[in-house]
């Protein structure tokens, strides 16, 4: 009878198991049904916006993602269909996800003199590493971030900068001299970028990392390296797009791993910054010869005398590490490849320079403004070559551009800066390299918004990286 009534038990416990499971099930069910009605609803939503804006053909599952084939020409395919479509169109990144992509000064002027928090896709991949600083964050926090932060790019703040940046390119070409003899190639941009490191270090930090001579020794530098190679290795990957996913997978494990490191040394450089300003103020040491970024993230206050607090403090200074060195070293490169490709430019450059140099082997903050015509290069070089191919924002409200045509609130907006440049309704002759396009007079004749190599509006924020 115990035996009967045990299995009578053991049945009901089966059955109550497979009604749970059943009903597990078919929440589950519900729950994935309800997400991808959604979906449809906001990609037909996306579609009705976009019949104002013709573009390129696009796949239904796809969208134009198969198109780019990540072999070097992707962003000249943008630049081809923008010669169909001159001002705008949409690109679709998989069935749900459209932006407006815009590649014209009367779009582009738009976009930029609003201040439109960035897009909630490519750029949340940086907030684990560099919080949410100057570059990613909104709203009422942005403004007081953006207020605090602008006296430490006063001229009077950045004049000094200028020898502590002369003194890291010594160092470079100190190095390149060396291996000239040795007649072998070797990458610019790596060495470049070594060099732009050690001059953010210094000026940021008041840090002498050593990090050109000691390349790969600094556990610093090489986290700041991994931090910057995975964060476009999620974005190139589509499936990391996904939190989960990037968690669990290699990569992810990495990036937590770098980001621990990145953040212990912030923390530490702005914890003993702290005890050298509090011993400064009690003249226990003698004050520097002038102020440094952090510096003046530590003095920043507002109008209730409130400053920024340890998270915020390392989020400003992570993202300036991130945004002043990577893309400066890209632009700096490509100046590098643009003159070496035309040799009269380089010629006249080099003139330019040693005449204003004399007897000096390193330039002074005075004279740059008396090489207007190696300007002109590097200003042509960032046209064709801008460091940041393309921004992107999501709309709070809903706007209206030049011609009369809108897209509403929520939608995702970006501009093709690599298009805009080498839009032909807009620059004459768009793939040739000509300084002469800089001269006053022929400046005069082109929108402002036709060149943003550093974006431009209220979300400037003297960073390539915008």
Known sequence: MELYEHGQNLKHLYVDSVHLYYLAALLALVFVCFKFAKLMISRAQQIKVLEAFPGPPTHWLFGHVHEFKQDGTDLDKVVKWGEKYPQ????WFGPFTSFLNIHHPSYVKTILATTEPKDDIAYRFLIPWIGNG???SQGQKWFRHRRLLTPGFHYDVLKPYVKLIADSTKTMLDKWETHAKTEKSFDVFGSVSLMTLDSIMKCAFSCNSNCQTESGTNAYIK???DLCTLVNTRFRIFPYHS???FHLSPHGYQFRKACQLAHRHTEE??????????????DLIPKKRYLDFL???LCASDENQQGLSDEDLRAEVDTFMFEGHDTTASGISWIFYTLACHSEHQQKCREEILQVLGDKDTMDWEDLAKIPYTSMCIKESLRLYPPVPGISRKLTKPMMFSDGRSVPAGFLVSVSIFGLHRNATVWENPNMFDPLRYLPENTAKRSPHAFVPFSAGPRFTLFPLN
């Open 88 to 91: 705008v169109f949409p690109m």
């Open 134 to 136: 100057l570059l990613v």
């Open 223 to 225: 986290a700041v390296y």
């Open 243 to 245: 939190e989960i996913l």
């Open 269 to 282: 450089v702005i914890k003993k910054r702290k005890e050298a300003l509090k011993n400064q103020k009690e």
């Open 295 to 297: 510096d003046i993230l």
